[in-house]
């Protein structure tokens, strides 16, 4: 994937940067549409209102018409305007792929960036039921570990990062470890969505690591991120983050 190659190459994030097609993914529930031109405008209002607000505190921010919520998370180290250029480009990425469904998730992944938006017609946004993972991996570039080695190393970083990641005020966590017989280091942060529970961030972050074992590790890649609607899990052979 090109957003992985360019962090391996260390290019630099700019506001002005626009979403390639392999940099974004997008998931629509099967639930129903929305029946009503008032409430596609009220998923607009609420969607401007998240686009307003841009990366306020934790990089956690939400939106809200009649009968709509809309959520974005980015990681809390990045800065405002990174966030908020993330999120005003995963909006219409995400209305023109579900153009009436009743709920959707779509992700944008920049170098060093990522950023989740997401929208529902439930009240209770962190409690609808996660629509199926989006998974980003690297091109041919592959460690030289063996998958075995590689995904015990990744569970025991994942290991090292949930509980704090689900238990503290920002919902994020990143750190490293070494691993294998080469003792290669491995980097990872973690982060779910700051009003989730401790359990369902819990759950999350388990199901994570079992969509980056099938998408990434099993296959020896040199970095991989799994994505849901709550939460994510990234990891890479080098620091990307601070």
């Keep these: 994937m090109f957003f992985l190659q360019a962090i391996i190459n260390c290019v630099n994030l700019t506001t002005s940067q626009k979403p390639a097609p392999d940099q974004q993914s997008f998931r629509c529930g099967n639930n129903g549409n929305l029946k009503s031109d008032d409430l596609l405008q009220q998923r607009d209002i609420a969607f401007n209102h998240l686009a307003q607000i841009g990366g306020v505190g934790d990089g956690y921010q939400t939106g809200e018409g009649a009968g709509i919520w809309t959520s974005g998370l980015c990681p809390p180290n990045i800065k405002k305007e990174a966030c908020n250029e993330c999120i005003i480009n995963t909006i219409p990425y995400l209305k023109k792929n579900c153009p009436k469904q009743k709920e959707g998730v779509a992700y944008t992944v920049l170098p ?3 950023c989740i938006v997401r929208y529902t017609d439930s009240p209770n946004i962190q409690r609808v039921a996660e629509l199926s993972w989006a998974t980003f991996g690297s091109p041919p570039n592959l460690t030289a570990a063996n998958a075995g080695e590689l995904e015990k190393g990744l569970n025991n970083l994942a290991d090292k990062l949930k509980g704090p990641a689900a238990r ?6 990143s750190g490293n470890l070494t691993y294998g017989p080469g003792s290669r280091t491995l980097y990872g942060s973690m982060q779910c969505s700051p009003p989730a529970n401790v359990d369902t961030c819990m759950n999350c972050f388990s199901d994570a690591t079992k969509e980056i074992h099938n998408c990434c590790s099993k296959n020896r890649k040199m970095t991989g991120l799994a994505l849901s609607g709550n939460c994510y899990l990234w ?3 080098f620091k990307f983050h601070p």
Aim: aromatic share 16%; proline share 0%.
């Design 168 to 173: 503290g005020d920002g919902k994020y966590a």
């Design 235 to 237: 990891y890479a052979h």
């Design 112 to 114: 060093r960036v990522i």
